[in-house]
């Protein structure tokens, strides 16, 4: 069950692997709300390598980190690092984990994580590699949904930029563990790349969102990733064309959670904060107890 060294995709990981995290996380929660201090990771360091903003990621496995005992250290500007001098990823891991017990990597480009496991003496976990994958993120909203919905027979609509999104990416690969339905709604040139489908089996469905909000458990909504896109012409045509407000939720089910890997940008009004349906805050702070759970699994 679990137990593995680095946690690269979510492909890695089974149905059973997954469920066992979740338990894990389930344990943690009082911790993870400041009720009691941990100690099984007394005397262990992490060390954020970050080559990309973040505030959730870099932020919660730090949180995670020091109230189960342990020790943070960060390299977050590239300019401040010998990356500038030109150091490469390989070196810079393979220095980092003399360091460190374990590294938690955020890379513009997709498959950098792998790349680094293979060079890194310590377990190296992926806090997102370009438009690849996000699989703590996966984790953090496979427990926001079972804490707040339910994961058996889950009808979920994955909204926005669904071609660059690296959290539906990860997302949509866990949720056919699950046997959910899936609707997939965006503009058409946002829309999930077909070769990302091939050897994905599950029930995935496009639509668009009026179709299907009196039917959905769960609406996931991205915002257009406007640092991945080639050209500032292109995200220009697409800004602004999604948006969620309270009118858009008016036929929802009473039920229905809305979700947000976050940062938003204008895609979700804030007039929906205030609704029953918001759960993009709390799944923020879920990631704590989740990641509490990962870095148990990597270095114990
Ligand atoms: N959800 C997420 O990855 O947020 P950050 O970019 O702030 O880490």
Redesign the pocket.
């Known amino acids: 069950m679990a137990h593995f060294r680095h946690l690269i995709s979510i492909d890695d990981l089974s149905r059973a692997d997954i469920l066992y995290i979740l338990d894990r996380a389930e344990e943690y929660e009082e911790i993870a709300m400041g009720r009691g201090m941990g100690r099984v990771l007394e005397g262990k360091l992490l060390a954020n390598v970050f080559f990309e903003?973040?505030?959730?990621?870099?932020m919660s496995f730090e949180v995670a980190m020091k109230r189960l005992g342990g020790d943070v250290i960060n390299m977050t500007a590239q300019e401040a690092s010998s990356v500038a001098k030109g150091e490469s990823l390989a070196d810079t891991v393979r220095v980092v984990g003399k360091y460190a017990d374990v590294i938690v990597l955020r890379h513009p480009l997709e498959g950098a994580a792998r790349f680094a496991a293979e060079h890194s003496e310590v377990p190296v976990i992926n806090a997102?590699d370009g438009a690849g994958q996000?699989p703590t993120?996966t984790l953090l909203d496979l427990y926001t949904i079972r804490k707040e919905s339910s994961l058996d027979e889950l009808k979920i609509a994955l909204m926005g930029d669904l071609k660059y999104s690296r959290?539906v990416h990860s997302l949509i690969k866990a949720l056919t563990l699950f046997d959910a339905e899936i609707y997939l709604v965006s503009p058409p040139s946002l829309a999930l790349p077909e070769d990302f489908l091939e050897g994905v089996r599950g029930k995935i469905y496009t639509a668009q969102l009026d179709e299907i909000i009196e039917e959905i458990d769960v609406l996931y909504v991205t915002r257009i990733q406007k640092e991945r896109f080639p050209d500032e012409e292109e995200y220009k045509k697409v800004a602004g064309s999604y948006k969620v407000t309270a009118e858009t939720l008016r036929k929802a089910n009473r039920s229905l959670i809305i979700m947000h890997?976050?940062?938003r940008v204008d895609e979700i009004d804030v007039s929906v904060d205030r609704t029953r349906h918001a759960k993009y805050f709390q799944q923020t702070f879920y990631g704590v107890p989740v990641r509490m759970a990962i870095l148990s699994e990597v270095m114990l």
């Open positions: 903003p973040s505030t959730r990621t870099r997102g996000h993120q959290t890997p976050l940062p």
